[in-house]
């Protein structure tokens, strides 16, 4: 339910309705199913006369919870929890999508979704246009009578690049589109892509929902109409996420604007930081004025968020070096961690595009994607400043 409560009051107050213990902490519910009072009680509920809990994998109270705080923050009216961020990517454009379909995404997108794109989606004769992210006016030429939704990431994935949401917004209202964004870089704290025009957002709850690297998991919320569609479509497919994590991200969300500005500070620090380097030689952060959508990160982001991208001078040989330098901060291929990851987009995230594909979104052999976490900056810094040499 809307309130006037500020953000970070609602993702704190936000909870199922105590039971009769009277417990302050929401209780974890490991429960695959529910009983039912009586014949005619489990037969309305299963004829969805009845609004309650009947299994798990169709919905669970700490799922419940996790959901409704989410549609909080983002202003949404519906949501689903997924078991993994391409879950939620996978299940809401495969509920909304008919064999014949076309999607309209952006050409910068992660190799996952990429993937799912070039490799899966044609199977069930489901077809794709990219466009260039720089290029939003060409988007209408790019319509079809078979096309149905336009994808998008904003910031991007790894390049850290911003797509004008309100555009965006406009041209699928124009042309009668489902507008879907991924707003994993920026958490709902940061951005709110439904009051720009999008339809449904997904995030990957892995990320800086979680925060601390424990638990995957997946979330779209949007429009009531369309998320029944996907409900529906996960409710048989199974891809629900499990009770435990959404308890565990339920009460990640408590800490997440107070975690989210501070990784924004420090990513915005570094990268002020690296853009001063003579051993870089380019960096994108959407906060640094440098940005070539400066201006629009700014009219639709609360700050720049935790991924900073930068090239290391001297090509692949450069890069590995530097890899290979790095002493406190972790290699891996995750984000949004409060521990500072350094990864390699190019041999990780990003493995399954050709060079080519790589090239035209911007990843390079010495591109690095630096999620910045909650350590002290000096002590980031320091550990990119001495593997840089």
Known sequence: MKNNNK???????????RSENLEHSVPLYLTSSFVFEDAEDMRASFAEEKERNIYSRYSNPNSSEF?????????????????????????????????????????????????????????????????????????????????????????TNPGVDVLDLEELGKIAKKNNLILVI??????????????????????????????QGRVLAGITVGSAALMDKVYRFSRITGPALSP???????????????????????????AEFLEGNDKVNWVKYPFLKSHPKYEIAKKQMKAGGCVVAFEVKGGLDAGKEFFDSIKLLSLSANLGDSRTIVTHPASTTHSKLSVEERAAVGISDGTVRISVGLEHIDDIIADIAQALG
């Open 244 to 270: 435990f994590n959404a308890w565990v991200l339920s009460k990640s969300l408590e800490t997440l604007a107070i975690r989210v500005d501070r990784h924004c500070d420090n990513a915005l620090k570094l």
């Open 182 to 211: 991924d707003n994993c870089f920026a958490s709902p704290y940061l951005q709110q892509p439904i009051k720009f025009g999008a339809d449904l957002v997904i995030h990957s709850g892995t990320k800086l929902m979680d925060g």
């Open 67 to 155: 959901i409704d705080k989410v549609c909080q923050m983002e202003g949404a009216e519906s949501g689903f929890a997924f078991a993994s961020g391409m879950a939620a990517v996978f299940s809401t454009l495969a509920a909304l999508l008919d064999s014949g379909d076309h999607v309209l995404s952006a050409k910068s997108i992660f190799g996952s979704t990429h993937s799912l794109f070039t490799n899966f989606f044609p199977k069930w004769n489901i077809d794709h246009t990219y466009f260039k992210i720089d290029e939003l006016d060409k988007i209408e030429g790019l319509v079809t009578p078979k096309t149905k939704i336009i994808y998008a990431e904003t910031p």
């Open 7 to 17: 953000f970070e009051t609602n993702a704190i107050r936000t909870q199922l309705k």
